[in-house]
């Protein structure tokens, strides 16, 4: 799919850009977009002058817009430019997909897990997992487009392997029951304060990908 014009592909209510081509998944906040181009806000330095791959939310859910993009630092805005960037998506190669970006995993058991909202720990119920997010069943209703921390541990033999991140709410839709609400969170990488805190991220990502493979007995795919 092409387009000469972003704003004709980009869903007017989407918060995010993400960047999706190194092991990881960055949430670019969207400040606005001008000229064809995304101005972004991150919380970690991003490679500058060179095509990078991601996706963004369609307009009209028509699905998933991939796209590749030069990124460029911006000199200026309002004086501070700290984790702000251009994101120049090549509009003439974008390509929309409804299909998922990653196999989804369903639970055969309830499985207890743990992120912060507002200064809180909170506890909720997994449902099901993939290499790129959760779906969870919560007592409280979540904002969405908003970024928590995520701890999930899943049993391993007689030990278990931990996971952490930060995750943005997709989906935050009442149960039958209307105390329970059904949660979608996209895992994205936290703040990384050295390039060792990356490469550990990027390893528990491979990780729990080879776990999700390698467990059917504790899983259905779905």
Request: charged residues 25%; aromatic residues 12%.
């Amino acid at each position: 799919m092409s387009s000469d014009y972003l704003k004709n592909l980009c869903d007017p209510l989407a918060r995010f850009v993400f960047l999706d081509d190194e092991g990881l998944t960055d949430a670019c906040q969207i400040v606005g977009i001008t000229d064809n181009k995304f101005l972004v806000r991150t919380k970690n330095n991003q490679s500058i002058l060179k095509k990078r791959m991601g996706y963004f939310a369609g307009r009209n859910a028509i699905g998933i817009v991939k796209f590749q993009a030069l990124v460029e630092r911006v000199a200026a805005v309002e004086g501070h430019n700290e984790g702000v960037y251009w994101l120049i998506p090549d509009l003439k190669s974008c390509e929309v997909t409804n299909r998922r970006l990653f196999n989804r995993y369903q639970l055969k058991f309830v499985l207890p897990i743990y992120f912060r909202a507002d200064g809180e720990l909170v506890k909720a119920a997994l449902i099901n997992v993939s290499e790129g997010g959760l779906r969870m069943t919560v007592e409280r209703k979540l904002s969405t487009a908003s970024v928590y921390s995520l701890e999930i541990r899943l049993p391993c033999g007689s030990d278990t392997i931990q996971f952490k991140s930060d995750g943005v709410v997709v989906y935050c839709e009442p149960e039958s029951n209307p105390h329970y609400f059904l949660t979608g969170v996209s895992f994205v990488a936290p703040k990384f304060e050295s390039t060792e805190e990356r490469l550990e991220y990027q390893r528990a990502l491979f990780d729990l990908g080879n776990y999700l493979k390698n467990h059917a007995d504790f899983f259905d795919l779905v």
